[in-house]
């Protein structure tokens, strides 16, 4: 599979070629926006990396662009860490959003569950229960749902890791980002809100004693 890495920094293109080559799949590298298109028009690619400031054209012009003809996988991977920016990147039709500084270990993590995701189809439903990846949106017995952007966040991060126990210092840590510096509070609270959202559904988000939560949407739902 072909990635293209777009960034100006050139230590942190070569860094992720590095990461990915070990990986096996091809790279590709552009400094800007501009250049991104002009390989995207010739070249085919299973996957964009995008950082979004640049010179030039800026990572969200390009993806606009982009958009009108093309239909890829998107990671924005970027400094900016306003939740704006994430809401703005997924409205415009990313698949993730990582913020930097970051680890390359992560990012191929998310790679390969972003290539999965699209081999697999956009959507993830089982019964009445939604949610629309590509759409960024959740939808029971036929009703949007609505959720915060970390609700959001965390409903995905379980289903990408469904049946594995996640504990609360990984989805602090995934979710909220290195840097974050938060408590189990902060997860028990956030999950209690999403439980109570997921309806007939919450029974899938199970309580590990001792450690943390995991996702089972092959549970008993409760009435």
Do not use: C
Not at 126 to 146: A, C, M, R, W, Y
């Amino acid at each position: 599979m072909t990635i293209l890495v777009v960034d100006d920094e050139v230590l942190i293109r070569q860094v992720i070629r590095e990461y990915l080559e070990n990986e096996s799949y091809q790279v590709l590298e552009a400094s800007d926006g501009e250049e991104a298109i002009s390989i995207l028009n010739t070249t085919p690619v299973d996957l964009l990396i995008l950082d979004i400031m640049m010179p030039k054209m800026d990572g969200y012009t390009a993806l606009k662009e982009l958009k009108k003809s093309k239909d890829l996988p998107v990671i924005i991977l970027s400094a900016r860490q306003e939740e704006y920016d994430k809401l703005l990147g997924f409205e415009l039709g990313i698949d993730d959003y990582l913020t930097k500084p970051f680890s390359p270990r992560e990012l191929v993590a998310r790679v390969k569950a972003v290539l999965k995701r699209n081999k697999e189809g956009n959507v993830f439903q089982i019964e009445d229960f939604l949610l629309d990846f590509q759409g960024h949106s959740l939808t029971i017995d036929g009703k949007e749902v609505k959720l915060t952007p970390k609700e959001y966040e965390l409903l995905v991060f379980f289903i990408q890791n469904e049946h594995i126990a996640l504990s609360r210092e990984q989805l602090l840590n995934k979710v909220w980002g290195y840097d974050f510096y938060g408590d189990d509070r902060t997860i028990d609270t956030h999950i209690k809100m999403l439980r109570n959202n997921l309806g007939k559904y919450r029974d899938w988000i199970v309580t590990v004693r001792g450690m943390g939560y995991k996702f089972e949407s092959k549970k008993k739902i409760s009435a």
